[in-house]
């Protein structure tokens, strides 16, 4: 029994384990703030690239026809 509480008391003395669930909060806070950008501006994202490439086609058929 006294092995066990020095185990124990030498494992709460440490901060590993703090730190460590530190990092997982703040890793979970990081998926969740880039996960609701990538939803938030997908839409605008997806607009924007249809029309760089309606843009594209327009050009590329431009310089097409004055060869």
């Not at 029994?1 to 460590?20: D, E, F, L, P, Y």
């Amino acid at each position: 029994m006294a092995k066990m509480a020095r185990v124990i008391a030498r494992i709460a003395s440490t901060r590993r384990g703090v730190v460590a669930a530190e990092y997982a909060i703040l890793s979970v806070g990081v998926v969740i703030v880039v996960g609701t950008a990538v939803v938030i501006l997908i839409e605008p994202n997806n607009s924007a690239f249809r029309i760089l490439g309606e843009v594209l086609l327009d050009a590329q058929a431009s310089l097409a026809a004055n060869r």
